[in-house]
């Protein structure tokens, strides 16, 4: 069976399941589409998101790319889906009747201070509480033989982990406003916490890093609770600011350094 039927027959059952729940039951009842074919316009650029994002992460990660093949990567490749992720969150900002930004991702002006304090707090908290739970699933899960006892960083890590400071910087940015936008901001808010949890660690696959797709599920659930209790997606994009720079500025770099297995 081809490798890419099972992950893309998954994403259509999750769309169509979208489709048809808002038909139904007013999934997108933020949304508010000026006609019926605009509504149907919408679906077929949620479709194309969903098919284009799977068919880029799947492909991935069957394929990962060697430290040879990084040699001759450019840094722009790295912001991809980033940037599919912004085309698709104007395409359909423009489809509903371009409301203002503060209702259409939950950016509050009132009360900033109070939202980075907490983002700071529960990305601390959330990036110890993450490294914890990590650290225990990490053990059973080795002890059950479902993950090596001694996995190996994928060569994305390690070269990420070598990449300057400042590319470092752009990436946390860039992770840290386009990913919660879309996934907080976005999806959570049309299909709840869990569905794009899900979601959400299935589209970090493409590092092939079991141990961090535990880390990305739990960080992502704290985030992602955050926003479900203050409608606000400030605090998320300070904690997950926080998450990412903590591992690429910090984390990666001294276990490599330790380790010996930088390049």
């Known amino acids: 069976m081809n490798p890419f039927v099972l992950p893309l027959l998954f994403l259509a059952v999750v769309y169509f399941a979208m489709v048809y729940l808002n038909e139904r039951y007013d999934l997108f009842s933020v949304d508010h589409f000026s006609s019926p074919g605009v509504r149907l316009i919408a679906y077929v650029w949620l479709g194309a998101l969903f098919f284009l994002v799977g068919f880029l992460v799947v492909g991935s990660s069957l394929h990962p790319p060697t430290p040879k093949d990084l040699e001759h990567v450019p840094f722009y490749s790295l912001f991809t889906l980033h940037a599919i992720l912004i085309v698709f969150l104007i395409g359909w ?46 053990i059973i899960l080795t002890a059950a033989g479902v993950i090596p006892k001694n996995p190996q960083p994928s060569p994305m890590i390690a070269w990420m982990a070598a990449l300057p400071l ?11 406003t386009v990913e919660e936008a879309f996934f907080r901001g976005w999806l959570q808010k049309r299909i709840g916490l869990i569905a794009s949890t899900v979601l959400f660690s299935l589209a970090h696959s493409g590092l092939g890093q079991p141990l961090l797709l535990i880390g990305v599920s739990i960080i992502s659930l704290v985030i992602g609770f955050t926003f479900y209790r203050t409608k ?29 297995m930088g390049p």
């Open 232 to 260: 606000n997606l400030i605090p998320g994009i300070i904690a997950h600011g926080i998450f990412d720079a903590v591992q690429i500025f910090v984390l990666i770099p001294i276990v490599f350094k330790m380790t010996g």
């Open 166 to 176: 400042w590319k470092k910087g752009l990436i946390v940015f860039s992770a840290m």
């Open 93 to 138: 900002w423009l489809l509903t009747r371009r409301p203002p930004a503060s209702a259409f991702l939950n950016i509050p002006r009132e009360r900033l201070g109070e939202a980075v304090l907490t983002g700071f707090a529960v990305g601390v908290g959330g990036w110890l509480l993450t490294i914890a739970l990590a650290i225990v699933i990490a």
